[in-house]
């Protein structure tokens, strides 16, 4: 061989090599630029340029109520140019990248995605710093008087995150596929004590000045902040509620059983990831059950019954622990990822403290809420699919019945079929090899036929359950004999007029749910007051069988004792949505549009934006 020829050789196979490198180098670029899919409720453009750690340092301002200070977000970095960030009616003061101020646009404002922040940076840029404010549209924040809150001393401040909220308290890359760390600084009243989905203080700092630290990544709808006079009180080494001070005892009673709850998850599906489990009770305007921002559940306290009848609420925020939290839905179209398998985790951890009956039951109230909600859906059949397409819609649409129980269907009737044991063995593992992740519907269908169904053989009709519309015929069908035994006891009443007291005296708060909201759609108002004389059910002080009692006493014009008064006071009071928006949608099925917002009138400025927009939409209500 000459020398010619070798080195035509070796040119030609540095070349080859070199080739290779890059198609190396562009394939990993191509798997690593598709890490995040397309979705329709953030403008941020992560596959360029995402945030991976947040360092936050603001003020809480109760004066001007106002939120002020800086958002600074290292960066993983594809060579970008610019790096994009979800904003909704914030002001951008100020810019810096890698520490020196920067170019910033805010571009066309949408009604429903709010502003995207376009940031100039270079391809080595690995930190940016926004300067900001929040303003007095912000739809997170809700500032609550001293005369809002339990103990009427001193305001009050909670943040609500999910679905595309965190926008409008911190410019963020508000998707859920978005994963980061953070650390906070945050500064109140020194009255006041700040507690965040982080690490967290038990007693108040003497200057008002709070540090935070979330060390696992999470997702930006779980960034949560509560400000305001509370206390702390373990109910174990790892659990304990926060609550104001005339709440707190109360609290810790009423959840006294958390760490059993918390033993009988990792039971199922492995360790609790996020180290601390705690509670805070907020103030009646709260618009959820509870909202399960990481290591602290935020609560209705609408949930102290007394009795700890009303727990399922944490089972479930608890349960989101693992499906939520450590496997979180990509998009919003996917929220019954979330939503479903916690509903079915919940039932699960019911089943395991209290026994199948109880489970039962709560599944039972859960199937009914489904048929309505399909039944309620007949013109947009759409809506029933649990893989939705939410493209212009808000992603609160998406939180109905269907994510939550026909998702709960869909989990139990495959457990049905493959046996309980093999269900288990899947969703311990699909938990374990996804945690810290994000799924989507397709990848959540393609993992349960590879490690469920082909492993074991099984055919199911997945594709049924979560493309199609309604519920599939093949939907396990859940029994309960104290349930047939409470419809048993409506028929009594009703044929005879009498009411035997005995028969409800060892009822769950599910079987009087169960028995008051199945009365026949013509009861009279003379039988609601036999039944209403003997329980005494206007004068309830269970949450639960107030409101389903409330939305009886609307549909059937009952107004004796005074459940007239009780209603106002309970709508005034109480802004969790989905209460509220039961006993209003009674107002409006039963022809009293007119009655309901003469209360709405009083009771609007108490709600925080998700239960008035929701309510304003119901009512045609224009401020
Ligand atoms: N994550 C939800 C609350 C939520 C959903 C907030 C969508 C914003 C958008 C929470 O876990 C939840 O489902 N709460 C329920 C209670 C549960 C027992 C069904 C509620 O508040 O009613
Ligand atoms: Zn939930």
Known sequence: ??????????????????????????????????????????????????????????????????????????????????????????????????????????GQADELLGQPLKIAINKDTKKITVHYKTTDKTEA????????????????LFTQGEAILTRTWIPIQDSPQIRISYDATVRVPKELMAVMSAENPKEKTANGEYHFKMRQKISPYLLALAVGDIAYKPVSDRAGVYAEKSVVDAAQEEFSETEKMIVA??????????????????????????????????????????????????????????????????????????????????????????????ADMLGLIARQDL??????????????????????????????????????????????????????????????????STMTTERFVEYLNKNLLEKHNISFNTNEWIYNAGVPSNAFEIKSDKFENVKQTIKNILKTNKVDKNVAKDWTTQEWVYFIRNFPEDITPKQMAIIDNAFDLTNTTNSHKAMVWYEQSVLHNYHGNNVDSKIEEFLVRVGRRWYVSTIY???????????????????????????????????????
């Open 585 to 623: 949608k009674a107002f409006v099925k039963a022809d009293k549009v007119d009655d309901a917002l003469k209360i709405y009138k009083k009771a609007r400025a108490n709600y925080h934006s998700v239960t008035a927009n929701t309510i304003d939409a119901m009512l045609g209500y224009k401020k």
């Open 265 to 358: 998850a990792e039971n199922l599906y492995g360790k609790y990831a996020w180290d601390q489990y705690d509670i805070i009770v907020l103030p009646p305007s709260f618009p959820f059950g509870g909202m399960e921002n990481p290591r602290l559940t935020f609560a209705t306290p609408t949930l102290i019954a007394g009795d700890k009848s009303l727990t399922s609420v944490i089972a479930h925020e608890l349960a989101h622990s693992w499906s939520g939290n450590l496997v979180t839905n990509a998009t919003w179209d996917d929220f019954w990822l979330n939503e479903g398998f916690t509903v079915y985790f919940e039932n699960r951890i019911m089943e395991a403290l209290y026994g199948k009956e109880r």
């Open 1 to 106: 061989m000459n020398i010619k020829n070798t080195l035509v050789i070796l040119i030609a196979s540095i070349f080859m090599i070199s080739c290779n490198e890059t198609k190396k180098e562009e394939k990993t670029a191509q798997k690593k630029a598709s890490k995040y899919v397309e979705e329709h409720h953030s403008y941020a453009k992560p596959n360029e340029a995402a945030a991976k750690h947040l360092s936050l340092n603001i003020d809480v301002n109760f004066d001007t109520k106002v939120i002020s200070g800086t958002a600074s977000y290292e960066i993983e970095n594809n060579k970008a140019s610019q790096i994009i960030l979800d904003t909704k009616y914030l002001v951008i003061d100020k810019v810096e990248a890698d520490g020196k101020p920067t170019k910033f646009e805010l």
């Open 371 to 436: 048929d309505e909600e399909v039944a309620g859906f007949k013109d947009a059949p759409e809506n029933t699919h649990l893989k939705l397409n939410l493209k212009g819609r808000n992603p609160d649409d998406g939180m109905t019945s269907i994510a939550y129980d026909k998702g709960f269907m869909f989990l139990k009737t495959l457990e049905k079929t493959v046996g309980r044991e093999k269900f288990d063995v899947f969703l311990k593992s699909y938990f374990q090899s996804h945690a810290f």
């Open 141 to 156: 924040l809700q500032w609550l008087t001293p005369q809002q809150t339990a103990d009427k001393k001193q305001p009050f």
